[in-house]
């Protein structure tokens, strides 16, 4: 790179400067000074040497000026003159989209995330790349699709070398920092200018001796304890970047979350599960937490409100994934990878409206980038920016968005694309059950739904995670159907629209460079108990360079 490059200023091409290489000194626009706009009907005086010379000092200040303007981070962001946004994403951990009041929910008690909903923009249809925690992670800080990030199953970490947009924004200016829950790998650490980590505990299964019981519990058992002080410990210098990641509502769950808690009144059982008093009681629990990370967000907003930086801070809520329960988190229905998706940002979007326009996961990296100002050569990701959708909701980002299924504690493999109304699943191996996670097989669901499984007492739509072989294709139009449990991929009625989506798949699959893994990945946990099988599992778990010998293909 040249020695005339801004300090810590990097490219996205081959890792190269794109300043000219053969250049002694930046190369930059002479500035253009407005000419004297003189009446029609008047001469123009001759300047007098003295006048002259005052002129042409004047002018040489200013290109002077010029140049050490353009040659900061923030000229190389192309955001002269201009006040960058501040940039807030708050990830929740396994919350399902619609189980908030924002999103109608009528007894979860989430007032603060309601709050930020009717001050800013709501997403109806928002999707994730993916239906897994670390998976999803990987693919919002690279802007890639799961299958290009070398780190599409559980607990893969992001490998050496890879850009982020976090990176990106730390080279162009801002201070990056990060709270919570990691869950990323090693690798992208010096990308952040801080890290406030909450405990692994909180996600990973602790290694014990067989037999032996084992929980998830976290020392700081939200994992959002340090997201004020991230905010209060901030270069005030600089325009900043916060990656605000909960452990809520991730499970193990226990009681003492919420204060008062909900009650099994307030629970509204989906048709999946069955109405019994132990899912009652799961939910109850899985609620609980929900209210608890709210509180959190109405701290943060009350940290930037106090800051006296809320109006230029543009702040995303979403989720990494949907709710660990059975044919919810790691499927690629509804509840698996549709997020709540909100965007407060007083200076720039109108508040309390609403968006139809399909959004994915992958898209948040070039936006953010776009809205720091960050030039097109450097935004270069998969997504797509919806920095448009911010100035006018009517507009559409994309027709339709991507989602994959990998190993989640269990062999999977499965793609969908979605739009506003249908959507439609390829299933791989359709040999496998769609089991559930392992926590969620752990939980009182699971087990309660093991026991009807049994005696014949569960409902065709409660049969899912246990039925095999699994259709190779769904299609569910999601206005009519949409608990996803009437599949219409055998209807004439619908044959032009599945033919619609599977062209559309076709496309990505060869954009992206999508394929099918040449072998399996051994499963960790028993299918109906979900206990750990150590005959298998190791931890920390090997990367994928160490399982398969590459990042890429395998």
């Given at each position: 790179?040249?020695s005339h ?5 990097t ?11 053969k250049?002694t000194?930046?190369?930059?626009p002479?500035?253009?000074?407005p ?11 001759v ?5 002259r ?15 050490f ?10 955001t002269?003159?201009e ?24 007894a979860?008690?989430?007032p603060?995330?309601?709050?930020l ?43 050496a070398?890879?850009?982020?947009f ?6 162009s ?5 990060a ?10 650490r010096?990308?952040?200018?801080r ?13 014990g001796?067989q037999?032996?019981p084992?929980?998830?519990i976290?020392?700081?058992?939200s994992?959002?304890?340090?997201w ?14 916060m ?22 009144a307030?629970?509204i059982?989906p048709?999946?599960l069955?109405?019994t ?12 937490e929900i ?7 109405g ?6 409100e ?25 499927t690629?229905?509804?509840g ?7 965007v407060r940002?007083?200076?720039?979007v ?22 720091a ?8 990701t ?6 448009a959708v911010l ?5 559409s980002?994309?027709?339709?968005a991507?989602?994959e299924?990998h ?9 969908c ?31 309660s739904?093991?026991?009807?499984q049994a ?33 219409v991929?055998g ?6 629209i ?23 990945t ?6 109906v108990?979900?206990?750990?099988d150590?005959?298998?599992r ?10 398969f ?5 395998y």
């Open positions: 790179m040249s490059a801004p300090p810590g200023w490219d996205t091409v081959g890792g190269r400067s794109s300043l000219s290489q250049s000194v930046p190369q930059v002479v500035p253009q000074v000419v004297p706009n003189f009446p029609q009907s008047a001469a123009p005086r300047l007098s040497n003295e006048r010379a005052c002129l042409s000092g004047a002018l040489f200040a200013l290109a002077l000026f010029a140049i303007a353009l040659a900061s981070p923030a000229a190389a962001a192309g002269v003159g006040q960058r946004p501040n940039l807030v994403l708050i990830i929740a951990d396994d919350m399902n989209w619609n189980d908030c009041g924002a999103y109608g929910h009528p979860i008690r989430t603060h995330i309601d709050k909903a009717s001050e800013g923009l709501l997403f109806h249809h928002a999707y994730l790349t993916t239906n897994s925690c670390s998976p999803s992670r990987a693919s919002i800080i690279t802007g890639k699709y799961p299958h290009n990030t070398g780190a599409e199953q559980l607990h893969w970490p992001i490998p070398g890879t850009e982020t976090v990176g990106k924004l730390k080279a200016g801002y201070y990056t920092a709270a919570g829950k990691w869950h990323m790998g090693d690798a992208i010096g990308q952040f200018d890290i406030y980590e909450a405990s692994t505990a909180g996600f990973v299964l602790p290694s001796e037999g032996e084992v929980e998830m976290a020392a700081q058992p994992g959002c304890e340090d004020e002080l991230a905010l209060q410990q901030r270069d005030q210098s600089k325009p900043f970047f990656w605000l990641a909960s452990l809520d509502p991730h499970r193990e769950y226990h009681d003492g979350a919420l204060d008062p808690p909900h009650s099994h307030d629970v059982v048709e999946h069955p109405d008093p132990d899912v009652r009681e799961d939910l109850r629990l899985y609620y609980d209210g608890r990370l709210d509180g959190y967000v701290k943060v907003m009350s940290e930037l106090s800051q006296g930086i809320a109006n230029n801070t543009l702040v995303l809520f979403i989720s990494d994934n949907g709710r660990p329960f059975p044919r919810d988190k790691t690629l229905y509804d698996g990878i549709r997020t709540p998706w909100i940002w007083p200076a720039k109108a508040a309390g409206k609403t968006t139809d326009a399909v959004v994915s996961s992958v898209d948040i990296a070039s936006t953010l980038m776009e809205l100002g960050l030039r097109t050569a450097a935004r270069s998969e997504g797509k920016s919806f920095a100035a006018d909701p009517t507009v980002a994309r027709r339709y991507f989602a299924d190993w989640h504690d269990y062999e999977d493999h499965a793609r694309v979605v739009g506003e109304r249908f959507k439609l699943i390829r299933n791989d191996y359709v040999d496998l059950p769609a089991t559930p996670s392992a926590d969620a097989g752990r939980g009182l669901s699971w087990q739904m093991l026991k009807l005696a014949g007492q569960l409902t065709p739509a409660q049969q899912a995670c246990f039925r095999t072989p699994r259709a190779r294709w769904e299609l569910y139009d999601l206005v009519r159907d949409p608990g996803e449990q009437n599949n991929i209807d004439p009625a619908y044959a032009a599945q033919s619609r989506l599977r062209s559309a798949m076709d496309t990505w699959t060869t954009q992206t460079g999508d394929y099918l893994p040449s072998k399996r051994p499963d960790e946990f028993d299918r108990t979900g206990e750990p150590n005959t298998v190791r931890r920390p778990r090997p990367s994928k360079k160490e399982m010998g590459t990042n890429g293909k």
